[in-house]
């Protein structure tokens, strides 16, 4: 790897060059230091030289002094003066006798007289010799013997100037040595600085050459010292981001219950693969729904449906890798097809270079065979299945955004035509999409339009053939007049949440209604429907409540409709959101009885009041054997239980007759009326007549307009 060079502007200086240069700063500092030293030493060691010096001069000059007392002769004066003028080592010299006066006095220097006096008062003090120090050199006084007797003092001074002047030379001589020193450990300088910033540049020069593709890289220092430690962190480190990076991109690009890709990581791939199409061959994307999913979360659990889906994505990735073999040859080794889970229940497919469309419907084929092997979840065999949508690139697109809508879209229309079934993208799907979009906005405008109201079908006695109750039926008359299908409108309010605003709606308005029949003297009762999202919601109670008290209905005159699958997915939930209104009166009312899966033991657990025979037994009367048998059945268990029986779906005497000699409680069907506007419904109310009785005919005639 290159040595990384110093990023300019932002040092001065790197810290190898730093480090150089302070410790040779220090090695110099330190000759220097010694230099200067060394000169210190020699000015405070000339006092003790010339200390030295004056006490040998002292005793070259005693034996002299004493011819000095008491008074020195003219020619012994003049001789030592001489003596003292022209000598290098004595430039002051004085005598005093016992009484202290001066018998001889040579001082070349003013300044040096005070202490010369001071040196002789403090020999004379105590008959000693004392060396003192003045501005020029050393001053020494010491008493005069002469045959044992003291006879005086003298003092003579030492001047500094008679000392060699060796500043320069040991200046130079330290300089030198230093010079030398520098010589030495410059080098070896170099040499641990060297040894002490190579690892430090080493790791430098990894950690610079690092991304997230090679994380899985470690540094070896191999210094022998701290930063082997250092590097051990390092690597540690390295480690645990390589750990976290891995969790973070599994976490951004791997489904976490299938383990397959993710949508994110899907796109990426699909975008690839649209980059690396050839022009004669196709790339597709398969967007695959589980048939049934819901019904297994709704019976066992999300837990199970989780594992469900893990277990799906295993058998699709399988089929998948044998399907690619099988259809793509060569291609599947060098460009693999991918399956990833996009969300829910949905699962997508990128086949990259398939050569024909016969090609891909093969193998979208033997993916959703796989399926129709059962799966086992929670101890039990379960049957699912695959539905599937196709687009192809560049027919159906050239954006992999683009290319997930149209398989999307296939996908619906598959749906829509059964279980386990294939479709590919064709441009009709676009209008379909747009048509469904704008009935989606109109959906949404009619709710807060209040475009949604109950038709009512009767209900007739087969004991009295009176009308004692009718099931609201909700339609949709939108502003201009026409009425949508509730096939239409109510899926499509289910899967945009929005059947709860119109269930309340109608069962706000039904209770109105109600109210008017029981006011005008009718007895009859009304029957509402409920959808699973509405009958789920936390408030269901009070608002079933708060509409009876607003319409002012007796709680006895409404019924609620819930289908047989609702009832027995959770029975404790039943009974306690019924609970409060059953105690208020409200009646209960199983729909579509028969054509669920619930049992005996299931049902009793149940607080419900009525049984409504679905309509395929009742339109099967008389064109399946077994149809007979099983309205029979359940009418006699509803006998048994003391609960009340409407069929619907009435549609001919003959299934009138039938029922009524069963024992069945209540009819509704077209047989007698088909659903009706309230105000229309009101007038039906008043025109009745009990069987035998006859109805006006233009009446008669109004109400098929109606309907």
Known sequence: MARQETPKGRVKYSLRTSLIGFVIGLVVLASLGFALSNLALDHFTRAAKATSNIETSANTWNPVMPTMLPRPSIANEERVTELVRVSETVSALRVIDIDGEIAFDVIEEQSSHRVVMEALALSKLGDERKVLRSENGIVLAQPIYSNGELTGHFAIEYPFSALPNTWLRTLMWSLATGALICALCIPLVLLLVHKFTDPLYRLIDFTSGLNAGHLSARVELNSGNEFDLLGESFNKMMQRMENTMRHIQKLAFVDSVTDLPNRERFLRVLNKSLHERTDDCFTAVIILNVDRFRWVNETLGPQKGDEALSLIGMRIRKALTAADKAVRLADAQAQPSMVARLSGDEFAVVVPNIDAKSDITRLMQMVISSMRQPLEIGGQAITLGLTGGVALAPIHGTKGEDLVKNADLALKEARRAGRSKARFYSTKLNKIAMDRLHLEADLRRGIERDEFIPYFQAKVDFKTGQISGAEALVRWQREDGDIISPGIFIPMAEQLGLISRIGESVLKQACVQATRWMKAGHDCKVAVNVSPLQFEEANFSEKVLSSIRDAGLPPGRLELEITETMAVADTDRVSEIMRPLRAMGVRLAIDDFGAGHSNLVTLTKLPFDVFKIDQQFVSALHSDSQAPAVV????????????????????????????????????????????????????????????????????????????
């Open 632 to 707: 029979e059945m359940i009418l006699a268990m509803a006998e048994t239980m003391g609960l009340e029986t409407v069929a619907e779906g009435v549609e001919t005497p003959s299934q009138s007759d039938f029922l009524r000699r069963r024992g069945c409680t209540l009819a509704q069907g077209y047989l007698y009326a088909k659903p009706i506007p309230p105000d229309e419904f009101m007038k039906f109310l008043e025109n009745w007549r009990p069987f035998g009785e006859t109805l006006a005919e233009d009446f008669l005639a109004s109400l098929d307009g109606a309907a």
